[in-house]
């Protein structure tokens, strides 16, 4: 039957409110950006109408009644939302949640004690968001009247009330979630895992059987919304780059096993075909491999970094087929040589090709090629040029790598997206003569006089080694929106800026420790400064490079 109901008759019916299996956890409270949470909204709504009294129709509530049971197709999250609000203005009748197969959540909701909650760091999702829709009510309501605010909730929320049949649930449930399809795939996978693998293989049923099969639905459950909360941390988000609810691991899997494009099907087609309790509880045992592959990359600080340094360099193309042939296909024996040759700008394909090439086949190649092309753009005089840029970018992002590698430190690659090249001497400064005229390094003509470096003294002591203020003996990486407080400082305000604990400036900038050690190894810069940081710059890079071109027999002009 279907009808137009109050909350107050909702609850009247006296049973017990089931989240079934194949329902998405409880994600009210969860902050997106420049958007307000659902429970901000919802409560937002309540007060806004409360004044006046004024009735609040909700979207309507989808269900199957059986028996003492009204299980949720859709309604969960505003149920749930609406059972927490009831227990924190201190509803004493009977409102029952249970959460199928999540023995934590029910737990949490069944021994819920206001007064000892804590914000603390949750392995459960269900549990961090419950916590999280408290602790908005509780700031928005602090000063309400409870119980006239109970009682106008309980009879001016109205909703349509919808029962459908039981067999007609999933697919219900499938029609009306369309729009969230990102999480419907998922969640429906996990649903139909978490059945075939509970599924009843023997013929001589008992109730050990049916014990043992629940308690093994219920790791499984349990084991997935751990899988799904770590994927959901903003630094694992931020690393790897993918915001889908279940992060990499389901499409990596899909793809390790032939699949392409995700959805229920392909993947029903290609993981368990045959429907077979067995084919479950194997893709779940691979599914966990997979699972602590990623976890143990991300929490070793070198792997977290070679990675995230290859991740934020490669296009999307590049990046699927890195993250299959490393983690699916569990190619991690030579992650350091991929790195470097991955910031040499090889694509993928390039990298897993190097392994059938001749190391007397210099002409075909791509190591050679690269190599070569980066080398000429960082010996660049003016390495600063847009031609060169990129080459110098990647550079100078793996030497600040490198650097918090020998730290044992996760890098912090935001500094990717805002990134920022700096002159150290500034090229405002630096002057150069034409036809009798004086020149700055941004080509404007200048004052010789308040010109502070003639650009035929950068050079070292012997006259050597002769450069330019743009080339990459002068050039630092910066975040952009820090890169204007630079600008035309001289070296010693720049170093005050990067050192002095009483400067906020340049905060964020100052993780880069390849950065920093360009400033901290010098007490001035001059020309003979930026000249021989050039050529350091250029030995480090050939030396690193060096196992690999002896590997390819391939001899560099020096």
């Not at 049971?69 to 924190?88: A, F, P, S, V």
């Not at 804590?118 to 602090?142: S, V």
Request: charge should be neutral; hydrophobic fraction near 35%.
């Amino acid at each position: 039957m279907n009808a137009i109901i109050t909350l107050k008759e909702y609850l009247e019916k006296r049973k017990t409110f089931v989240i079934p299996s194949y329902q998405r956890g409880y994600v009210w409270g969860k902050k997106r950006p420049g958007e307000k949470d659902s429970v901000s909204n919802f409560i937002d709504d309540l007060l806004s109408r409360y004044t006046e009294k004024a009735e609040l129709f909700l979207q309507g509530f989808t269900v199957t009644e059986m028996g003492s049971e009204i299980i949720l197709i859709d309604g969960q999250q505003r149920t749930t939302c609406l059972y927490l609000l009831l227990k924190w203005l201190g509803y004493d009748k009977k409102f029952d949640i249970k959460y199928d197969i999540r023995d934590e959540s029910n737990a949490f909701l069944k021994e819920l004690d206001l007064e000892k909650i804590q914000e603390t760091q949750e392995d459960f999702q269900d549990i961090y968001f419950f916590k999280e829709t408290l602790r908005i009510i509780n700031i928005k309501l602090a000063n309400i009247d409870k119980e006239d605010f109970t009682n106008y909730i309980l009879d001016k929320i109205r909703f349509l009330f919808i029962n459908i049949d039981e067999r007609q649930a999933i697919k219900v449930f499938s029609m009306m979630n369309g729009s969230r399809a990102k999480m419907l795939k998922e969640e429906i996978i996990k649903a139909e895992l978490l059945r075939l693998a509970s599924l009843n293989t023997s013929e001589n049923f008992n109730i050990s059987m049916e014990w043992e099969n629940s308690m093994l639905r219920n790791r499984y459950a349990r084991e997935w919304d751990k899988w799904l909360h770590w994927w959901n941390r903003a630094d694992v988000q931020i690393l790897f780059g993918c915001y889908n609810p279940m992060g990499l691991l389901i499409t990596t899997y899909l793809q390790y096993k032939g699949g392409k494009e995700l959805t229920f099907e392909s993947f029903k087609n290609i993981v368990f075909p045959k429907e077979r309790s067995n084919e479950a509880k194997n893709c779940f045992d691979e599914l966990r491999r997979l699972q602590k592959r990623f976890e143990d990359a991300f929490n070793d600080p070198i792997t977290h970094n070679k990675i995230g340094g290859i991740l934020s360099i490669f296009n999307a193309d590049n990046k699927i087929k890195f993250i299959k042939d490393y983690f699916a296909n569990d190619n991690r024996n030579e992650l350091h040589k991929y790195y470097l040759l991955a910031f040499l700008g090889m694509t993928h394909d390039e990298i897993i090709g190097l392994k059938k090439i001749s190391t007397t086949e210099e002409k075909q190649n791509p190591f050679v090629t690269k190599f070569e092309d980066t080398l000429k753009a960082i010996s660049d005089d003016f390495a600063y040029a847009q031609e060169n840029k990129e080459y110098v970018f990647r550079l100078l992002l793996r030497f600040n790598i490198d650097q918090d590698n020998l730290q044992n430190r996760y890098f912090d690659f935001k500094i990717w997206k805002n990134r920022s090249l700096e002159h150290i001497f500034s090229k405002s400064t630096v002057g150069h003569c034409k036809e009798g005229k004086w020149y700055d390094g941004n080509e404007n003509e200048k004052d010789r006089n308040k010109i502070a470096l003639d650009r035929d003294d950068i050079k070292l002591k012997d006259g050597s080694n002769k450069t330019t203020e743009h080339s990459i003996g002068n050039l630092v990486l910066l975040y952009k929106n820090e890169n204007s407080q630079f600008n035309s400082n001289d070296f010693n305000q720049k170093k005050k800026l990067f050192f002095s604990p009483k400067e906020k400036s340049l905060f964020k900038s100052r993780h880069l420790l390849h950065t920093i050690c360009v400033f901290a190894e010098k007490e001035k810069w001059n020309g003979e400064s930026i000249a021989q940081n050039r050529l350091n710059t250029i030995e480090v890079f050939k030396t690193d490079y060096q196992e690999i071109s002896n590997q390819y027999e391939y001899k560099y002009e020096k």
